[in-house]
Structure formats: structure tokens, C-alpha cells
């Protein structure tokens, strides 16, 4: 098998995770990295021995040598190494927030179907193990047709000491979490017509919402809720865990606290332990976001060698974006909002 060569640009607090899962795909090898901070540039490079470094993406390219780019900043330089990207015909995996705005993400996807490239959004929720097991559970049919769902992510966990820029933006939780809450609501339940969201701040050091509460209409008929919040003080903090709770026609899923998968239909209750595994390189609360990055980064080196379209494609990760979008716009107005006129 060919081994890829892959450029990750931004070397920050999250891509150490993706770092190391590159160094355990099968397939793929990071062969230079590129962040315009020279400090961090150097913290990365030497931790995992990379020698090719760029302070500048341009130069990166120009230089090429690599079959695809893994894009690890933040958001506000997303559209910009995109397109860098689909300029030098190079298959780009970007990071969540996917773009600033619902426009700039159709402007990226358009860009990249032109150029002929491929193009995923490193959007790893739905590639944790007990989210894998809940969607296999659905299709197997073990609680007939679903007609409801809640997706929860509640916590009191301090993330702003690990990315301090989430206490600084205008928006926060439904942009940098409930984005992978709705992803999984669209991932078990599927695609959205109508959105309604409600959202407040607790924490008075922030400048964002960091409680939303979201209704979501299915295509499908199905009902649910996704609600998180970084203000809810538990007895045991159950971050970065979401829980999903599933109503069938013939039966129910309760993905619990703890990676409990409690499956109660017509035959009676089964329990399955779901637990993530605990990667040699990963720690506790994290393995189960950091075995998500491994699966996710392994998927796409899969698709990218049979030629196929990667689960969150650019033009999938679209009809998440519109759902964030949609939530602010609900949020701010007080009304539902129409996802397909959005699209
Ligand atoms: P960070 O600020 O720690 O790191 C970003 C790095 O990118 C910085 O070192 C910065 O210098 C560099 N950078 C920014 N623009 C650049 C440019 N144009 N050229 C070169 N380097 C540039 O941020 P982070 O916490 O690592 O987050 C990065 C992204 O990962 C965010 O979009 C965040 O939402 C996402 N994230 C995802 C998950 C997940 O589970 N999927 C978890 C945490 C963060």
C-alpha cells in the first residue's frame, strides 16, 4: 500500500491529538507541519521529529512535496488554506468550525468540487465509539422506526484554561460544541427542515452563549432536543461524554453516563459497556474525543485511496453548519428557522 504524505497547518492545543493519531493510521505520514507561531512550531516539530517547518502556508505549497493537507487553526484562517489548498490541487481535511459564515462554507466546497480535490471537515463526534454503537443498534432495528431523540452535552469543565480564545468570541457554545451535538443529531436522526433554538450565559467571564437549548424538526418526521451547556455543575462531570436518549416504535436506546448502551425493546434490556479505548498516547476525559481523531483521520486516508466521498465531506458538514447558523438566527429572533431555504 502507497504511503500518503500529508502537511498539517497549525500546530496549537488540538493538534497534538492529531499528531499523534497520524503517527497510528495506517496509510499516511505528516512529512511537514507549518504554524506562524515559532514557538509552536518548534513544541511540535520536535515532539514528533518533523524536520520540514513553515511559519507561512504559501511557502508550505510552494514547496509541496505532500498528497494532502490537514488544516488544524482556528477558524478565521479556514477559507483562506482551503482555497490555498484547492489552488495547488492538494485534499484538505479543515477543522470545526468548518468557516465563519454559512457563505464562506458553500464558497469552500464549490471551490475545492472545481479544483477536483477532496475536501472533509475534521468533525469527530460521530466517529466516537458509543455514538458508532448507538447509530449500529438504530440500524439493526432494535427499536423499530425512531420517532424522538435528545442529544446532551452538559458539563461544568474548565476549556477555557486549554483554548482561552473560547471565552473571547461573540459566540461560543453552539459554534465550537453544540456544531458536534447537532452533527450527531443529523448522524442518528438525520437531515433537518426546521431549527429553534434558545440560548444564555451563565459565566459572566465570557463574552458568548454557553447554554443553548435546540428543537430540531427531521426530515424523517423524528423529534429532537439538543441541549449543552458548559454552566451545569454535576456530582460527576461527565465531560466530554454526550448522551443520547432514543425513542422507537418498538423500543428504546439510553446512551448513559459512563458508556453505558441500555437497549430495552419487546426481548427486554440489554446493557453493553461502549466505552472508548484508552490509546496508548491519550488521557482521561479525552480518549473518547482523541480515539474519535484516530478514526476519523484513518477514515479519510481510507477514502481518499478508494477515490470515495468522505461521511463529513464538505458538502455534508454544510447541513451542520446551517443547523449552527440556523440556532443563532432562531435564538436571536425568536422564531423557527427554515434549514432548507438556508441551503
Ligand atoms: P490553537 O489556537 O491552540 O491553535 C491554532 C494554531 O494555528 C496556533 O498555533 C496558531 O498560531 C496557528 N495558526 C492560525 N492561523 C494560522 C495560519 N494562517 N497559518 C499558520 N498557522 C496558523 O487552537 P486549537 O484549540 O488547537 O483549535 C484549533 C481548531 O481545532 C479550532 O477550530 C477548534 O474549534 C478545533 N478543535 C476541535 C476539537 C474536536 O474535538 N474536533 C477540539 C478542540 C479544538
Not at 465550537?176 to 436522526?189: P, W
Not at 443547523?323 to 425568536?334: C, D, H, I, Q
Request: proline share 3%; charged share 20%; aromatic share 8%.
Amino acid at each position: 500500500m502507497t504511503e500518503l504524505k500529508g502537511a498539517l497547518i497549525g500546530c496549537g492545543f488540538f493538534s497534538i491529538n492529531q499528531m499523534h493519531a497520524w503517527n497510528d493510521v495506517e496509510g499516511a505520514r505528516i512529512v511537514a507541519i507549518c504554524d506562524r507561531d515559532p514557538a509552536r512550531l518548534k513544541v511540535v516539530g520536535d515532539q514528533f521529529g518533523i524536520d520540514r517547518r513553515y511559519s507561512d502556508a504559501e511557502a508550505l505549497f510552494a514547496d509541496g512535496g505532500f498528497d494532502f493537507v490537514d488544516i488544524a487553526t482556528t477558524v478565521e484562517s479556514h477559507r483562506a488554506l482551503v482555497e490555498m489548498a484547492a489552488r495547488h490541487k492538494v485534499p484538505a481535511i479543515c477543522q470545526k468550525p468548518f468557516a465563519k459564515t454559512l457563505s464562506d462554507a458553500k464558497i469552500m466546497v464549490e471551490t475545492c468540487r472545481n479544483a477536483g480535490v477532496a475536501l472533509m471537515v475534521h468533525e469527530n463526534f460521530r466517529w466516537q465509539t458509543p455514538i458508532q454503537a448507538v447509530r449500529k443498534a438504530l440500524e439493526a432495528g432494535a427499536i423499530g422506526t425512531p420517532f424522538w431523540g435528545r442529544f446532551s452535552f452538559r458539563s461544568g469543565y474548565d476549556v477555557f484554561s486549554g483554548q482561552p480564545y473560547l471565552a473571547e468570541g461573540e459566540r461560543f457554545i453552539i459554534e465550537d460544541l453544540g456544531i458536534h451535538a447537532l452533527d450527531i443529531a443529523r448522524y442518528i436522526l438525520g437531515d433537518v427542515s426546521a431549527v429553534t433554538a434558545r440560548t444564555t450565559r451563565v459565566n459572566p467571564k465570557i463574552k458568548g452563549e454557553d447554554v443553548a437549548t435546540i428543537l430540531l424538526d427531521h426530515k424523517n418526521g423524528a423529534t429532537s432536543v439538543v441541549d449543552v451547556s458548559y454552566a451545569t455543575k454535576l456530582s460527576t462531570e461527565p465531560f466530554p461524554e454526550t448522551l443520547v436518549e432514543l425513542d422507537g416504535s418498538k423500543g428504546t436506546i439510553r446512551l448513559t453516563q459512563g458508556y453505558g448502551l441500555k437497549v430495552t425493546n419487546a426481548q427486554g434490556t440489554t446493557t453493553t459497556n461502549v466505552s472508548p479505548k484508552l490509546l496508548p498516547w491519550a488521557s482521561r476525559p479525552w480518549h473518547n474525543i482523541q480515539e474519535s481523531v484516530y478514526a476519523i483521520q484513518q477514515h479519510w486516508v481510507d477514502q481518499l485511496k478508494r477515490g470515495m466521498e468522505h461521511s463529513t465531506s464538505g458538502a455534508d458538514n454544510l447541513r451542520t453548519f446551517a443547523l449552527v447558523e440556523g440556532a443563532y438566527e432562531s435564538a436571536a429572533k425568536g422564531q423557527t428557522i427554515d434549514v432548507g431555504a438556508m441551503l
